[in-house]
Structure formats: C-alpha cells, structure tokens
C-alpha cells in the first residue's frame, strides 16, 4: 500500500492491511535471527530491540519506518518488540494493548506473519474500535465478563453498543506480509490450523509525547494498573524526543547502528525535488556488517546550478554513482577549495572519494541530476595520504563486454587497495535474457546497480536504478527474468581484516576477472583516468 493509502485506511478503520513487506527468503532468514537473538531484558519481556541487533535492524528497516512514520510523523519511539508464537489451537484473548489504551495514546503496532501464516492463523480485528474510546477489557468489565472468556460474538456484540454497523474481522495474511494497527484497536488471535504452529513479530510503535507504561504483573483484567516504574526501554527509531516522558535507551548496535543485512530498494526515477533547498536526499539504507563499522546508502535530486555542500572533508569513504544528469565533481585535493578541479560527470560515471578528501557535485546544467552515495566507515587499514578521487568512466554501451556463450559478460572497472578497505573491487556486467548465477555467499559485501534492463535477485526483481545489498555471508544469484539484456554494476566492499572463510560458488569467470583486474584496471586508467 502506497502512503496515502495507509494513512487513510489507519485512521479511519484503525488498521491497515494486508502490507506486504517481506520475500519468502527474508522470512526464513529473519525468523532465524530472532530465534538466536538474545534474551529481552529481564524486566520488560518486550523489550527485545533493545539487547538484539536482529529485531533492532528489522525495526529500523525503511520499509517498516516508511509505514510507522506515515501513520504517527517523523519523530517515533519503538518500545515493544517481540517474536509472538501460537501453537495449533493456542489462542491470544480478544484484548486492547494496556501499554497504548489511552484514549490520548498516539500508538502504531506492526504485526508480521514470519512463518505459518493464514486466514486460519492471523489477527481478528473489530473495525473502528480505535473510536470507541474504550477498551475491550472495559467493554467486557460492564457486562460481568473478561477477556480470557470473550468469544467472537460477545465482542461483536460489545462491539455494536458503540457503532450498530460493528464487527469481528478475521485478516487473511501469508507469511511476509503486516497489518499496521493503531495501539488502541480491539484485537486477538486463534491458531486454528492443526499441525502448523505461527510465528509472528511484532512492533509497537508511539509518538515520544506518548507515555508507555509496563502493566502491572498478572492484571490484563480492567481496570488497568500500570507501574511508574520500571519504565520499559524506548528506542528512537526516526526524528528525535523532545520529550523525555519515557525511559529512552541507545540501539544494541552501538550509537544507534543497526546490523544490515540483504535490501533490495527500488528508484523510480524522477524522484521528489526540494527547489528551495537546491537538493534533497532519499536515504535507502544504513547499518553495520561483518565487515563494516557502518555503510549507507542514498540517493540524491540536484537542482540546477546547485551544491548540496561546499567542498568538505570526513573520515568515511564515498563512491558517487551518476543515475541521470549532468554535473560536475568539485575535487579539493589535500581540502585546498581554493583552486578545485572541476571533472564532468554523466550516467554511468562514478567516483570514489578516499577518506579525507575535500569534494562536492555542482549541477551546472539546467535539469536536475540525480546520483547515488554509498558511504562507510572502517577500521582504519594504515595512516594513508590523501589521494585525488579516482574517477572511472564506463558507458551504457556494451560493446565492449565479451559475450560468453551462457550469456553473461563482465568488465572490471575498479580494483584496488583504500584506506579504509584491504580491496575495493567494481565490475560492469551485462546478462542476457534468461542468463544467471546460483546464489553464492560472499566473505565481502556486495552492492549490485541495475544500470538497464532488470534481474531478480535476493527473490525480488530489480529495475533500472534499484540497488541491492548483501551483507557478506548472505546468500545471493542474478537471474535476468525480463525480455532484454540487463546492464549491471556491482561493488564488493572488502573489509580491513580478512573475514571467516564462507563457503560459497563462484559467480562466473570469477577468479579470471580477479587475475585479470589489474592489467585492466590500468588499461582504463590509461583511457580514462584523470
């Protein structure tokens, strides 16, 4: 569902749903993940995103923030986080979450089928129960029942003192897809498939001027009695609190940085503009690796005679991907601006930035230019000197690729030693129709940018512009499913320290790509280096 669309579906039935978020691979290796994480902390059995990189990441991930912040804004609090199994026949009584069952409570939950999911296994909602301004838990209280002892009729009878067009709503969701629901629904579950149990996860979302209180041990009866303290640990996952009414805690990741894993996100392109800014960014991905502090992703819109900065300096390394447009790369050497270089850049150029060197993009045509960064940070390999940015140029063209008879052909680009990385390796490759590699494990990272065409990798298919992330030891193959040749570009981020050994297949022509990169890396550079 687009935006818009969980907006208006949340506020007016208090749920969005069926969303779908994840493929039948991500399932299966997030599942994995949260059954290994580490315990929540003891006092709150909720609180798992704050001791598990694996449920941190998933929470942060831009797909789930891009359906949170649509719903509740940009500053948002994650205070629950919890893998939910239902055996066949297990039940979850028919309740409204204590934590966010104020009628001021400004709550989003986000319910995932991971494994055994069905219209047999999901959610039960009543529409519109969000409205009611009361409980479930108080609706059974005033007709001398519980919850524990609610079936489906008596909550839809319930249900009907407040909107006679009120009822129970049984979602029909699969495995990989949500339900997006504001915290004060009246909701519950049954398993009622006989040999399948269901995993699920869920997220439990507020705005930082929400207060989020633990329930009193064994009282999920009305009326309500919540603990001042302990508080449970709150997270920030977008914007920022201002607020300080609960207990906000740093991400398990070390200074907030998730643990990334495989993304695959697509870039529609023209994307949206900011004209009185002169440049507005789109932030794919970000979060640490095997071999990696940290690495990201964005992509940028530049608008005519514009800058996003002046020429500056960090302790990150850069490349710089041209997607459509044309500028010029600003290049400071040793961060004297006085007297740049100015290097045209087109589609299909790149730029990679060591660490410590001055730089800045200046469009200085009259469209706008649209260009991806990938950024990250290392253990230092040694006290390098500055260098100027390496620019190599490959065209779109591919006449150039030798054309193998299983057809798959590759070019390496870039190969070479960085300050920050033992290897930074690029290879341009253009795949027939039809054409592909088995998945494989890599001991490095990979990111793959589909320049033309589009391939299916990771169990999603990738479009012209959409990039795609594997974190070393994820599985990963090409395969191109469409009915014209796909022109690729793949970056391997090779970190500081030699990783474990990964078992894995060879890509094609790998280790002759490998022996040959340096004769043809000079070769380019003869051609086209600065």
Avoid at 29 to 45: C, K, V
Avoid at 53 to 72: C, E, G, I, K, S
Avoid at 152 to 166: E, S
Avoid at 212 to 222: K, T, V
Wanted: hydrophobic share 40%; with cysteine; proline share 8%.
């Amino acid at each position: 569902m687009e935006r818009d669309r969980v907006r208006e579906a949340f506020r007016d039935r208090g749920y969005a749903a069926p969303i779908s978020l994840f493929g039948a691979r991500e399932c299966a290796s997030l599942l994995d993940a949260l059954r290994n994480a580490p315990e929540a902390p003891p006092e709150w059995h909720k609180g798992c995103a704050a001791s598990s990189p694996a449920y941190y990441a998933v929470a942060t991930d831009p797909r789930v923030l891009d359906l949170v912040t649509a719903v509740l804004g940009d500053d948002v609090l994650l205070w629950g986080a919890s893998l939910v199994l239902r055996r066949p026949g297990q039940a979850h009584p028919w309740h409204t979450d204590i934590e966010s069952a104020s009628a001021t409570a400004e709550c989003a939950s986000l319910w995932i089928g991971l494994e055994g999911t069905s219209a047999e296994s999901s959610l039960a909602v009543v529409p519109c129960s969000h409205r009611f301004g009361v409980p479930l838990q108080q609706a059974a209280s005033e007709d001398a029942s519980t919850r524990a002892a609610a079936l489906d009729a008596d909550v839809a009878r319930w249900a009907q003192r407040f909107d006679p067009r009120a009822g129970v709503v049984s979602l029909e969701l699969r495995d990989g897809e949500a339900v997006l629901f504001d915290g004060r629904i009246w909701h519950g579950s049954l398993n009622r498939r006989r040999e399948v149990a269901r995993y699920a996860l869920l997220l439990q979302f507020a705005t930082p001027r929400t207060p989020i209180r633990m329930p009193r041990p064994a009282r999920f009866e009305w009326p309500f009695e919540t603990l001042e303290v302990p508080r449970p640990p709150c997270l920030v996952v977008s914007g920022s609190d201002a607020h300080g009414v609960n207990r906000v805690v740093a991400g398990p990741a070390g200074r907030g940085v998730p643990v990334l894993r495989s993304c695959i996100h697509a870039v529609p392109l023209p994307l949206d503009r900011e004209a009185a800014r002169g440049w507005k960014p789109h932030p794919l991905f970000r979060g640490a690796t095997p071999n990696l502090k940290s690495i990201g992703c964005h992509v940028s819109v530049l608008e005519p005679g514009r800058e996003p900065h002046p020429p500056h300096t960090h302790a990150e390394e850069e490349i710089l991907l041209v997607l459509d447009g044309e500028a010029m790369l600003v290049l400071a050497e040793h961060g004297d601006a006085r007297d740049p270089a100015l290097e045209p850049i087109a589609p299909g150029t790149f730029s990679y930035y060591p660490a410590g060197f001055a730089h800045t993009i200046r469009n200085v045509s009259e469209s706008p230019v649209t260009y991806m960064m990938f950024k990250w940070r290392a253990e230092s390999r040694r006290a390098a000197r500055p260098r100027p940015a390496e620019r190599v140029c490959f065209s779109r063209c591919d006449s150039d690729l030798r054309q193998r008879a299983d057809g798959f052909a590759t070019r390496a680009v870039f190969d070479g030693e960085t300050t920050l990385l033992r290897r930074l390796h690029a290879h341009v490759s253009r795949l027939e129709p039809g054409g592909g590699y088995a998945p494989h494990a890599d001991a490095h990272d990979v990111a793959i940018v589909v320049l033309a065409g589009s391939i299916e990798t990771g169990g999603e298919r990738v479009a012209a512009n959409g990039v795609a992330f594997f974190a070393a030891g994820q599985l990963h193959g090409v395969r191109n499913p469409g009915d014209e040749a796909a022109i690729y570009l793949v970056f391997e981020f090779h970190g500081a320290k030699q990783p474990g050994t990964v078992a894995a297949a060879s890509r094609p022509g790998a280790r002759r790509l490998a022996g040959r990169a340096g004769a043809l890396l000079r070769s380019l550079w003869r051609s086209f280096g600065p």
